[in-house]
């Protein structure tokens, strides 16, 4: 008896290996599979303009980096005592206006360089409605608490969502021809727009995502919404506000992930490394004790191994805690 409503997951052809980059964009959901990337040591760059749920905040910013766009004082606004930016988080907003731009700038320029040479761009978009300023008509990425009458919110039309990311993405491959692109709709339910509001907001996603990867040379869509709504289905795989999916949700996606879009020989070698990045997270109750101590140094000299297997892995920091720590 099946349990579980089967799925096909095309493989991805271009698959996605350790000595490429790969750079993620969107919404929260994106930041789970950035972090399980991060964990096995691949070269990631996971939103530089902080999390975006819309695809217009997602387009806006892959064009500041393709264009290396500089931010300008008169780009912040000032408000709750932080200067703020309408397309980032507000993980760059500070008291100091200078500290914001410096902040914003950086991560663009980060971004720009890493683009030019990713082998993959991961993009999660989160939710087709936009919030857009009432005086100006400016969309927002963010809306840094600000009164609730300043906003105007609309659902994007597919045509909308497919000629902003189709020419943002034309533009990322003008200075990197050979990027593969994969598009995920999160499963993260949007409670706060309504169940029935939701499901237009997802639907719209999913329809022009799909166009996209008909149009779109070398782009190809991973169905983690479907994986979660379709063959979890089940609350028990969401967290307490019933929206979020929750750790064994998130982990059977990344299996799947893995599956279908991770080389096979960068598979064979994640094992490895996720031993030693445990093993670095290791807290030991009496690290004084010689078992400890031989536990250290055991490890040094795995990580020293693997690091001259795969000259491309960047174990430096792994290398220097087993090290220090066991010589100290």
Same mark, same amino acid.
């Given at each position: 008896?099946?349990?579980?409503?089967?799925?096909?997951?095309?493989?991805?052809?271009?698959?996605?290996?350790?000595?490429?980059?790969?750079?993620?964009?969107?919404?929260?959901?994106?930041?789970?599979?950035?972090?399980?990337?991060?964990?096995?040591?691949?070269?990631?760059?996971?939103?530089?303009?902080?999390?975006?749920?819309?695809?217009?905040?997602?387009?806006?910013?892959?064009?500041?980096?393709?264009?290396?766009?500089?931010?300008?004082?008169?780009?912040? &606004?000032?408000?709750? !005592? #932080?200067?703020?930016?309408?397309?980032?988080?507000? @993980? /760059?907003? =500070?008291?100091?206006?200078?500290?914001?731009?410096?902040?914003?700038?950086?991560?663009?320029?980060?971004?720009?360089?890493?683009?030019?040479?990713?082998?993959?761009?991961?993009?999660?978009?989160?939710?087709?409605?936009?919030?857009?300023?009432?005086?100006?008509?400016?969309?927002?990425?963010?809306?840094?608490?600000?009164?609730?009458?300043?906003?105007?919110?609309?659902?994007?039309?597919?045509?909308?969502?497919?000629?902003?990311?189709?020419?943002?993405?034309?533009?990322?491959?003008?200075?990197?021809?050979?990027?593969?692109?994969?598009?995920?709709?999160?499963?993260?339910?949007?409670?706060?727009?309504?169940?029935?509001?939701?499901?237009?907001?997802?639907?719209?996603?999913?329809?022009?995502?799909?166009?996209?990867?008909?149009?779109?040379?070398?782009?190809?869509? &991973?169905?983690?919404? !479907? #994986?979660?709504?379709?063959?979890?289905?089940?609350? @028990? /795989?969401? =967290?307490?506000?019933?929206?979020?999916?929750?750790?064994?949700?998130?982990?059977?996606?990344?299996?799947?992930?893995?599956?279908?879009?991770?080389?096979?020989?960068?598979?064979?070698?994640?094992?490895?490394?996720?031993?030693?990045?445990?093993?670095?997270?290791?807290?030991?109750?009496?690290?004084?004790?010689?078992?400890?101590?031989?536990?250290?140094?055991?490890?040094?000299?795995?990580?020293?191994?693997?690091?001259?297997?795969?000259?491309?892995?960047?174990?430096?920091?792994?290398?220097?805690?087993?090290?220090?720590?066991?010589?100290?």
């Amino acid at each position: 008896m099946d349990f579980l409503l089967p799925i096909d997951i095309p493989e991805l052809p271009q698959k996605i290996q350790y000595n490429k980059g790969v750079f993620l964009i969107g919404s929260c959901f994106s930041e789970h599979i950035s972090d399980r990337l991060s964990q096995h040591k691949f070269s990631v760059l996971s939103n530089p303009s902080g999390i975006l749920f819309n695809p217009l905040s997602v387009a806006e910013s892959l064009d500041y980096y393709t264009s290396e766009k500089t931010f300008l004082p008169e780009d912040l &606004f000032y408000l709750n !005592e #932080l200067w703020n930016s309408w397309s980032h988080h507000t @993980r /760059f907003s =500070d008291i100091q206006q200078e500290a914001v731009l410096s902040r914003i700038n950086q991560s663009i320029q980060h971004a720009a360089a890493f683009l030019k040479h990713a082998s993959h761009v991961l993009i999660t978009l989160g939710s087709g409605f936009q919030y857009y300023l009432k005086d100006s008509g400016r969309p927002v990425a963010n809306n840094h608490r600000a009164p609730a009458q300043w906003f105007e919110k609309r659902l994007l039309s597919i045509t909308s969502i497919t000629e902003s990311l189709s020419h943002s993405l034309s533009r990322i491959r003008a200075i990197n021809p050979e990027v593969t692109f994969v598009f995920t709709i999160s499963p993260v339910r949007h409670i706060r727009d309504g169940v029935i509001e939701n499901n237009r907001s997802k639907a719209r996603l999913i329809d022009a995502v799909h166009q996209l990867c008909r149009e779109v040379k070398n782009c190809h869509y &991973f169905p983690a919404y !479907e #994986l979660v709504i379709d063959v979890l289905r089940d609350y @028990r /795989f969401y =967290d307490t506000d019933l929206a979020h999916p929750n750790y064994a949700a998130t982990t059977y996606v990344w299996e799947r992930f893995v599956e279908s879009c991770i080389d096979p020989g960068a598979r064979t070698l994640m094992p490895r490394i996720l031993d030693i990045m445990t093993a670095r997270q290791h807290k030991p109750r009496f690290p004084e004790t010689q078992a400890h101590q031989k536990f250290l140094e055991s490890y040094a000299a795995k990580t020293k191994q693997l690091q001259q297997e795969f000259p491309y892995l960047d174990l430096t920091d792994e290398y220097a805690y087993f090290k220090n720590v066991s010589s100290s």
